[in-house]
């Protein structure tokens, strides 16, 4: 059972930067697969930024230029590094994975983004 352990949410004013970290318990570089979606209260969950087993991303057009998605050098942890942070930006942060044809999810990790 692969699990994701998402960290490094919290309150921050409009203008600042966090970095959200995805823990795997397997190696994220032969993940497919491998992203940060984000959902806000009465909202539809939506993707923010993935990276494929190739390096390959994809990023939200509501993020793009603000945020990026890397991995670190050992592979087992992805990062989500969000700057210039707006209201909206306001969510519960899950990191997900498609490994062996299965969906796995992180529980969550609140951002919230003060004006």
């Known amino acids: 059972q692969v699990q994701l352990v998402e960290s490094g949410g919290g309150l921050v004013q409009a203008g600042g930067s966090l970095r959200l970290s995805c823990a795997a318990s397997e190696n994220t570089t032969s993940i497919k697969y491998i992203g940060w979606y984000r959902q806000a209260p009465g909202e539809q969950r939506e993707l923010v930024a993935a990276i494929t087993s190739t390096g390959d991303t994809n990023y939200a057009d509501s993020v793009k230029g603000r945020c990026t998605i890397s991995r670190d050098n050992a592979g087992n942890t992805v990062y989500l590094q969000m700057n210039s942070l707006k209201p909206e930006d306001t969510a519960v942060y899950y990191c997900?994975?498609?490994?062996?044809?299965?969906?796995?999810w992180g529980q969550g990790t609140q951002v919230t983004v003060s004006s």
């Open positions: 997900y994975a498609f490994i062996r044809s299965s969906d796995y």
